[in-house]
């Protein structure tokens, strides 16, 4: 087994997800099945294959360089949960 | 079916023989006798009265003027609300609008509303939506059938003719699987084709937006209309785009089809192998030269993208963290619970166990073993195909390994549910473009669809195999 317990603390905790025992639990299961499913991938010799991370043939073109002004910050501020003089707004981080 | 296609309607407005208002409010009927369908996350006939006032008071032409549109939920629309069907952002208003759907508004179609989708597009059946299933049009009564996924929505648009054109985004066949379920055309088009400005991201180097429709001849207006360059989107390519529709040509006389070997799997339905040698059959027919093809990796397709998808779509989803846009939790002790409480209650479940599966392959130690070897893997699926295309010009292979299953069927076990994708997948890793257009029926009469793929940007050829092959079956 790849995931257990400990494994899948740290995972959502890297991911920034609050698991209940019970969710926990499920992952735990659904990614151990998931992890063994794609380990026929081993069965593939790779050796001297360069990874491929960009599928697009086309060659990344470079854009003039002209400034411009596309989103004002009340714009972006719109959609905050909450904001406060023109900031986001958080928790307190520092006492 | 005899359903109004675009290019009819198109001929009727511009003769006059209906109205602008005539044919949405036609639409909006529809709309509102289907609401059953729960196909639209977000439908205002207020804002489509609008859009048609709008339009009626300007003079100037335009490609589709007056054309109802359905807009994927996954689209950024400045004058609707934008979720990808995800509680996260339930109540998001996006500030601009996304590259397509401004192409779309510039061209003059009224867009009908928001359709359904799997939350992030995650998914096959439009089953892990935050508001709920969207039920296939072509459903018995009291045996609700899903519509495919994760555009599931779109396509039941289309088949419900609640629209006559719907965009879709399509990471692994979430366009052309539910094209297939539904009975309704829908393309892909090569990675790059359409920019992905304005849609949430799922998987960066996958996703792509494409088109459901009625017909072939109808998907090649509104491709054109929605393809073409955009600096706004790095891998958004610098080619010319044709005039698909104007260059259709149905006469694949002298063409070579690849038949892939690897696409026999056991456990297929009898119908859908049969289905495959029909079209095969009908090719041959029209003087099309048959070939045998292979493409060795096509089983590692599914492994490789449950690895890839998930890890890019972990980075991508990072952002939705409570603070800049949507849902923030109540529970708010420190920095740290926010963001935890926020994504634990904003996100469902599949949508998690993607997060958490993708944040595993990249995590320090495993990155190696899973994620640079999937990419490994993805370039001999690429070559695969590199190789099969100097070969013939076009390949054809079913889209589905099933007709429209039961709602919620494949619920519990998530290999069982990814295994729908296994014909559209290794298309999607190689960037490739793949149509899927209906083609026969199971005994149950639900429509069946065959996928033809063809080389990068090469989206003309897939047009006249599709729209030849749509001729002989009508």
Same mark, same amino acid.
């Given at each position: 087994?790849?995931?257990?317990?400990?494994?899948?603390?740290?995972?959502?905790?890297?991911?920034?997800?609050?698991?209940?025992?019970?969710?926990?639990?499920?992952?735990?299961?659904?990614?151990?099945?998931?992890?063994?499913?794609?380990?026929?991938?081993?069965? =593939?010799? %790779?050796?001297?294959?360069?990874?491929?991370?960009?599928?697009?043939?086309?060659?990344?073109?470079?854009?003039?360089?002209?400034?411009?002004?596309?989103?004002?910050?009340?714009?972006?501020?719109?959609?905050?949960?909450?904001?406060?003089?023109?900031?986001?707004?958080?928790?307190? =981080?520092?006492? | 079916?005899?359903?109004?296609?675009?290019?009819?309607?198109?001929?009727?407005?511009?003769?006059?023989?209906?109205?602008?208002?005539?044919?949405?409010?036609?639409?909006?009927?529809?709309?509102?006798?289907?609401?059953?369908?729960? =196909?639209?996350?977000?439908?205002?006939?207020?804002?489509?009265?609008?859009?048609?006032?709008?339009?009626?008071?300007?003079?100037?032409?335009?490609? !589709? #003027?007056?054309?109802?549109?359905?807009?994927?939920?996954?689209?950024?629309?400045?004058?609707?609300?934008?979720?990808?069907?995800?509680?996260?952002?339930?109540?998001?208003?996006?500030?601009?609008?996304?590259?397509?759907?401004?192409?779309?508004?510039?061209?003059?179609?009224?867009?009908?509303?928001?359709?359904?989708?799997?939350?992030?597009?995650?998914?096959?059946?439009?089953? %892990?939506?935050?508001?709920?299933?969207?039920?296939?049009? !072509?459903?018995?009564?009291?045996?609700?059938?899903?519509?495919?996924?994760?555009?599931?929505?779109?396509?039941?648009?289309?088949?419900?003719?609640?629209?006559?054109?719907? %965009?879709?985004?399509?990471?692994?066949?979430?366009?052309?699987?539910?094209?297939?379920?539904?009975?309704?055309?829908?393309?892909?088009?090569?990675?790059?084709?359409?920019?992905?400005?304005?849609?949430?991201?799922?998987?960066?180097?996958?996703?792509?937006?494409?088109?459901?429709? *009625?017909?072939?001849?109808?998907?090649?207006?509104?491709?054109?209309?929605?393809?073409?360059?955009?600096?706004?989107?790095?891998?958004?390519?610098?080619?010319?785009?044709?005039?698909?529709?104007?260059?259709?040509?149905?006469?694949?006389? +002298? #063409?070579?089809?690849?038949?892939? &070997?690897?696409?026999?799997?056991?456990?297929?339905?009898?119908?859908?192998?049969?289905?495959?040698?029909?079209?095969?059959?009908?090719?041959?027919?029209?003087?099309?030269?048959?070939?045998?093809?292979?493409?060795?990796?096509?089983?590692?397709?599914?492994?490789?993208?449950?690895?890839?998808?998930?890890?890019?779509?972990?980075?991508?989803?990072?952002?939705?963290?409570? $603070?800049?846009?949507?849902?923030?939790?109540?529970?708010?002790?420190?920095?740290?619970?926010?963001?935890?409480?926020?994504?634990?209650?904003?996100?469902?479940?599949?949508? &998690?166990?993607?997060?958490?599966?993708?944040?595993? $392959?990249?995590?320090?130690?495993?990155?190696?073993?899973?994620?640079?070897?999937?990419?490994?893997?993805?370039?001999?699926?690429?070559?695969?195909?590199?190789?099969?295309?100097?070969?013939?010009?076009?390949?054809?292979?079913?889209?589905?390994?099933?007709?429209?299953?039961?709602?919620?069927?494949?619920?519990?076990?998530?290999?069982?549910?990814?295994?729908?994708?296994?014909?559209? $997948?290794?298309?999607?890793?190689?960037?490739?473009?793949?149509?899927?257009?209906?083609?026969?029926?199971? &005994?149950?009469?639900?429509?069946?669809?065959?996928?033809?793929? +063809?080389? *990068?940007?090469?989206?003309?050829?897939?047009?006249?195999?599709?729209?030849? !092959?749509?001729?002989?079956?009508?």
């Amino acid at each position: 087994m790849k995931i257990d317990k400990n494994t899948i603390n740290k995972i959502a905790r890297l991911s920034r997800i609050k698991l209940d025992d019970k969710e926990s639990e499920d992952y735990i299961k659904d990614l151990n099945s998931i992890l063994d499913w794609v380990e026929q991938l081993n069965e =593939v010799n %790779t050796e001297n294959v360069e990874p491929l991370s960009n599928i697009s043939s086309s060659i990344l073109p470079k854009r003039e360089d002209i400034s411009n002004d596309t989103n004002s910050s009340e714009e972006i501020l719109e959609n905050a949960p909450d904001k406060l003089e023109g900031f986001f707004a958080v928790p307190k =981080v520092v006492e | 079916m005899s359903k109004s296609s675009l290019k009819q309607t198109l001929k009727d407005l511009d003769t006059k023989k209906i109205s602008i208002r005539e044919l949405n409010q036609d639409y909006l009927k529809r709309v509102k006798e289907n609401e059953n369908l729960n =196909v639209f996350i977000h439908f205002s006939e207020e804002n489509v009265l609008k859009q048609i006032d709008n339009l009626e008071n300007d003079n100037s032409a335009k490609k !589709l #003027k007056g054309i109802p549109i359905a807009i994927k939920d996954l689209f950024c629309t400045k004058s609707m609300p934008t979720t990808a069907a995800s509680k996260i952002l339930e109540n998001f208003n996006p500030t601009y609008e996304s590259f397509i759907t401004q192409k779309l508004l510039d061209e003059g179609s009224i867009f009908v509303g928001k359709t359904n989708l799997d939350e992030f597009a995650m998914g096959s059946a439009t089953n %892990t939506s935050f508001f709920g299933n969207t039920i296939n049009p !072509l459903s018995k009564e009291n045996e609700p059938l899903a519509p495919g996924g994760s555009s599931g929505g779109s396509a039941a648009a289309v088949a419900a003719d609640l629209c006559l054109g719907a %965009t879709g985004t399509d990471t692994g066949g979430s366009i052309r699987q539910p094209a297939s379920f539904c009975g309704v055309v829908g393309i892909k088009p090569t990675y790059g084709l359409c920019s992905r400005w304005g849609i949430a991201a799922f998987a960066s180097s996958l996703d792509q937006a494409g088109i459901f429709s *009625h017909n072939v001849e109808d998907a090649s207006i509104l491709l054109q209309s929605i393809a073409g360059f955009d600096q706004r989107d790095s891998t958004s390519a610098k080619v010319d785009i044709p005039n698909y529709f104007e260059n259709l040509d149905d006469d694949l006389n +002298g #063409k070579t089809v690849g038949i892939p &070997k690897e696409y026999s799997i056991d456990g297929t339905p009898m119908e859908i192998s049969q289905i495959w040698e029909d079209a095969i059959k009908v090719l041959e027919k029209k003087g099309v030269k048959i070939k045998n093809i292979s493409l060795p990796h096509t089983k590692y397709a599914l492994p490789t993208y449950y690895i890839i998808a998930p890890a890019e779509a972990s980075s991508n989803l990072a952002r939705y963290d409570g $603070v800049k846009y949507g849902f923030r939790s109540e529970e708010i002790d420190s920095l740290d619970e926010m963001y935890e409480n926020t994504r634990a209650q904003g996100f469902g479940r599949e949508v &998690k166990r993607r997060i958490l599966i993708g944040t595993y $392959v990249l995590s320090a130690g495993y990155y190696d073993a899973y994620y640079l070897k999937a990419q490994k893997v993805r370039k001999l699926i690429a070559d695969d195909f590199n190789k099969a295309f100097k070969e013939c010009d076009f390949i054809v292979t079913p889209t589905a390994p099933s007709a429209a299953f039961p709602l919620n069927e494949k619920q519990n076990d998530p290999i069982k549910m990814y295994l729908n994708d296994v014909f559209t $997948v290794p298309a999607s890793l190689a960037g490739l473009p793949g149509i899927s257009i209906p083609f026969g029926k199971d &005994k149950n009469n639900l429509p069946l669809g065959i996928q033809i793929l +063809g080389k *990068h940007f090469d989206e003309q050829q897939v047009f006249n195999a599709a729209v030849s !092959l749509e001729r002989s079956y009508e």
